[in-house]
């Protein structure tokens, strides 16, 4: 597994770093002091995960944009208050897990390696707590609600719409004409039960995952 960290505390790095090392089944690729330092260092190299000190207070803005930009890293929140709605918030961000911030080392390289996994890895309490807050959610929702599922390029829309491009410019990166994309947008705001573009670029990105989670998988023109 290669592996970022994330911290504005230097030593906090440097001991993680020392921590780390040794292990064959992580690499610790690069310690950097902020998010912006995150996405510059995927901007040119790879990584399977992030480890991210939440403990200083943290943009979760910024992490989902990171998250719509890059979906295949898991992000990982280090030092997080076990508690219900600040495990709530971070998994609405994007995290795919967390580390309690009395967890020792061996519970971080577990939970990382349970985040890649598509595993979360929480106490019985917290655990509880999501599930009821799951079911609440679900008896709140009526089947009206629930979206109807995009297709690939819809997704591929909706994905520009979140990054704040005109149709002009979608139409451009996708090779499309114009025509057709204000059919896809057309298409995307009524599926999301959404009046108008504005919500739908709000919505893709504070829950990046709809872009993704609906697609039939198969190509449209």
């Known amino acids: 597994m290669k592996l ?7 030593l906090f790095g440097d001991g993680l ?12 690729e690069a310690v950097v002091g902020d998010l912006a330092g995150l996405r510059g260092y995927l901007t040119g190299a790879m990584a399977h995960a992030a480890l991210i000190d939440v403990t200083q207070g943290i943009d979760l803005d910024e992490v989902r944009a990171i998250v719509f930009d890059y979906p295949d890293v898991a992000l990982v929140a280090l030092g997080l208050e076990e508690q ?13 897990g967390y580390v309690a911030r009395n967890a020792s080392v ?50 591929e829309v909706l994905k520009l719409i979140g990054h704040g491009l005109s149709n002009k410019e979608i139409a451009s990166k996708l090779s499309l004409s114009v025509a057709t994309v204000k059919h896809h947008v057309h298409s995307v705001l009524q599926k999301l039960k959404l009046p108008r573009r504005t919500q739908a670029m709000r919505r893709v990105r504070e829950e990046p995952w709809i872009a993704t989670s609906y697609s039939w998988g198969r190509k449209t023109r």
């Open 4 to 10: 970022v960290v994330v911290t504005p505390i230097r």
């Open 17 to 28: 770093f020392a921590c780390l090392r040794h292990r064959d089944d992580i690499a610790l």
């Open 84 to 96: 219900r709605q600040s495990v709530i918030r971070c998994g609405r961000a994007g995290f795919r």
């Open 106 to 155: 061996d519970h971080l390289c577990c939970a990382l390696t349970d985040s890649l996994a598509g595993r979360l890895s929480c106490s019985a309490e917290v655990s509880g707590e999501l599930l009821r807050a799951l079911f609440s959610r679900e008896r709140d929702t009526t089947p009206s609600e629930i979206p109807e599922a995009l297709t690939t390029r819809e997704s």
